[in-house]
């Protein structure tokens, strides 16, 4: 079963290639997305990966967690269901 990172402290000119790229030396990317602002279209520093199964997950968080990207040490962790009835966007 696949499981979703959060990837923090982004370069705001990392792109979803690139995450998944660096993301698949640790296993199978099912997805990788960057968060952009709706209105400027500019990244918002975080972004989430979708590694295959629970090995690779646990993998790429041992390979990546404080690992430095373009400057940056990235902050990687399982990813936090949203709470029911919360809106990112109020």
Do not use: H, W
């Amino acid at each position: 079963m696949s499981k979703k990172l959060y990837v923090g402290n982004l370069s705001y000119s990392t792109t979803q290639n690139q995450l998944s790229e660096m993301f698949s030396e640790a296993g199978q990317v099912t997805s990788a997305n960057v968060i952009t602002d709706k209105m400027s279209g500019r990244s918002r520093g975080f972004g989430f990966v979708e590694m295959a199964n629970d090995d690779e997950a646990e993998k790429a968080i041992e390979m990546f967690n404080g690992k430095d990207m373009e400057g940056r040490k990235l902050i990687v962790n399982e990813a936090r269901p949203l709470k029911e009835g919360f809106s990112p966007r109020r």
